[in-house]
């Protein structure tokens, strides 16, 4: 019996590089989710959620469409934010990055963060296979959490567009990470997202 997360970021919104807060997909972003549908298209998931926001319902549709049994959802516990504030010991590299956000975005993102885990690392008791199409901060800060790393440390933890991350508990044992930021169905032009060339 084991319960598995599959999260997944959402695909490459169009004009990601203007700083638009949220817009559709763009052709690369939809050729993402197309090969992602491909790749996840034996998983017998259970559930499907999504971040309500463009860029990540536009991924999941894209997936459900070639996955017509796939019941999905939007979750408000998806979307985009700052999951938690710097700690002393916080690289100074990130200073200018936390400067920019403010008190109530943290306060925010970490409540919504809380009822995350509550959610959907919660114990079952049969065989789940369950779907996350959310946002890399998102993503960082569920690899951090069941890894039991420090709590700012979901801010380097990230994945490229369509990337896969499983995580996989089994029962009285803790959250496995079974694979971060897989990208072997994505060809080395569509690995989009990360700030430096990401080709491996
Ligand atoms: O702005 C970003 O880098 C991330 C933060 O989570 O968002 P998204 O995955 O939506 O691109």
Known sequence: MAHHLYLVRHGEQLDAEHGLPDGPLSPRGRRQA??????LGGVPFDNAWHSPLQ?????????????????????PLLFDCIPTGPAPETP?????FFGSVTEAEIEAGSA?????????LRSHREDRHELLITHNFVIGWFVREVLGAPD????????????????TQRPG??????SHNDIAHLPPELRTG???PYAI
Request: include cysteine.
């Open 92 to 96: 100074k590299a990130y200073d200018a």
């Open 55 to 75: 860029r990540a319902t536009e991924t999941a549709q894209i997936i459900a469409a070639k996955m017509p049994a796939l019941s999905l959802e939007p979750s």
């Open 194 to 196: 990360l700030s430096e």
């Open 173 to 178: 044992r803790p959250w496995s990470l079974v």
């Open 34 to 39: 197309e090969l992602l549908a491909e790749r």
């Open 112 to 120: 919504q963060m809380e009822d995350a885990a509550s959610e959907f």
């Open 152 to 167: 700012w440390r979901w801010v380097s933890i990230n994945q490229v567009n369509c990337g896969l991350t499983v995580l």
